[in-house]
């Protein structure tokens, strides 16, 4: 997102519910989680949304996700692609967001903001 004129702090940018929004230190199996839990309507919704391209090289996530995995060993590595398609498109949609007090600690996907 860009300004073609000044914008005053403090103005609203974005007026929508986030469609998962995420404390700024959460990662790939906490947004997993949530995507899991959506129901169907806003599942479909969000895995219509674009995702960049990129090769995603952070691995350190892949623990957790093992350790509360109970699926077949062999389907794991696809469930990892899974993750990281989801995380690929919460990157490509998100924005931070203000708290309260207007601390900039939460990370929102809007899936609407054009």
């Known amino acids: 997102m860009f300004a073609t004129k000044l914008i005053p702090s403090g103005t609203r ?3 929508e519910e ?3 929004e995420l404390h700024e230190d959460k990662d790939l199996p906490d947004l997993w989680r949530a995507v899991e839990a959506f129901p169907p309507d806003k599942n479909a919704h969000f895995w219509s ?4 391209n990129r090769r995603h090289e952070e691995v350190d996530w892949i623990p957790a996700m093992r350790d509360s995995y109970t699926g077949r060993s062999e389907d794991f590595d ?4 899974k993750v990281l398609a989801a995380w690929k498109i919460y990157e490509t949609n998100r924005f931070t967001v203000r708290s ?3 601390k900039p600690d939460h990370i929102g ?5 054009r």
Do not use: K, Q
């Open 13 to 15: 940018l974005i007026c």
């Open 18 to 20: 986030p469609l998962v």
């Open 49 to 52: 949304l674009a995702a960049y």
């Open 78 to 81: 696809d469930l990892c692609d």
């Open 100 to 102: 309260a007090g207007g």
């Open 109 to 113: 996907l809007f899936p609407y903001v």
